[in-house]
């Protein structure tokens, strides 16, 4: 028996909840049900989570699924027409909206090596800098501020800083119900086709793959200006300790033009590489 919130195995029973069990952890003091796996709730930062995914696991990441969740353009589907042959390494059906089980095969096996490669990288980094350039961009502002519970942030816009100390990284993001918004980073599982964001050997681990309880901290700074505070943010944070794949604000180039086609660019032409050959 494991602490849902920090994994310690230091528990014991404290009575019943709604006819479950509940526990109590020795170390963390924090109390938990034990029941029903999916139907289970935990509550983090005051906001209600499945405990379907607590933590990014290696066994739990890269899950082969087959469907397409990027179309693809008109000029290639009739390429793919005119050579059904070169389509079927990629995919199974002529409108290209499953993959084929051999391209499903290579992507998890890819998606698995850059998952080694981010926690080698990980696990090379020194925390105490790592806390030491967090608290610099921290006091870089009065008005960002340390959040205990979120349903306090409920329809405020802003800018959140989750920071997941264990893997020394932090994602800095936007939106118009910061509450809203970090719980779906929590109850979301990135697609199995977009895991890889640019090659193997350089893709930064989407937020989304982590588990809720792996962000241990949350800030925010409320504000209307988002995307140029969100901007400036992430360029005062050292990109060794952000996991944001883009450049602050360009994830949603949408928001300025209805070209779709640009968005995309904009997006890969402001895609954030990492480098794993670090030392601490």
């Given at each position: ?237 050292d990109p060794m300790y952000l996991l944001n794949r883009t450049a602050g604000g360009i994830g949603s180039a949408e928001t300025y033009t209805n070209d779709k086609t640009y968005a995309l660019l904009a997006v890969a032409a402001n895609r954030k590489k990492r ?6």
């Amino acid at each position: 028996m494991k602490c849902l919130y920090c994994e310690s195995q230091h528990v014991q029973k404290d009575g019943n909840n709604k006819g479950h069990q509940r526990y109590k952890c020795m170390e963390c003091g924090k109390r938990f049900n034990f029941g029903k796996y999916e139907n289970h709730f935990i509550e983090h930062f005051g906001m209600k989570t499945k405990n379907e995914r607590l933590y990014i696991t290696r066994n739990e990441y890269a899950i082969i699924d087959k469907k397409v969740h990027n179309k693809l353009p008109n000029f290639i589907l009739e390429d793919y027409k005119i050579n059904p042959e070169k389509r079927k390494k990629h995919y199974d059906d002529e409108e290209c909206t499953v993959y084929s089980d051999s391209w499903c095969e290579n992507h998890q096996n890819d998606c698995l090596v850059n998952f080694d490669y981010n926690m080698n990288y990980f696990n090379n980094l020194d925390w105490e800098k790592f806390d030491k350039k967090l608290n610099k961009l921290i006091k870089s502002s009065k008005k960002i501020i340390e959040v205990k519970n979120l349903k306090e942030f409920l329809n405020v816009a802003g800018v959140y800083i989750m920071v997941l100390d264990k893997y020394k990284q932090i994602y800095i993001g936007l939106s118009t119900n910061i509450a809203k918004r970090i719980q779906s980073h929590w109850s979301a599982k990135k697609e199995f086709d977009r895991l890889i964001f640019g090659n193997v050997d350089n893709s930064i681990l989407s937020i989304d793959s982590f588990g809720a309880l792996d962000t241990t901290r949350i800030f925010v700074y409320p504000t209307y200006d988002c995307y140029l505070i969100e901007e400036k943010l992430v360029s005062l944070m050292d990109p060794m300790y952000l996991l944001n794949r883009t450049a602050g604000g360009i994830g949603s180039a949408e928001t300025y033009t209805n070209d779709k086609t640009y968005a995309l660019l904009a997006v890969a032409a402001n895609r954030k590489k990492r480098n794993f050959d670090i030392k601490k």
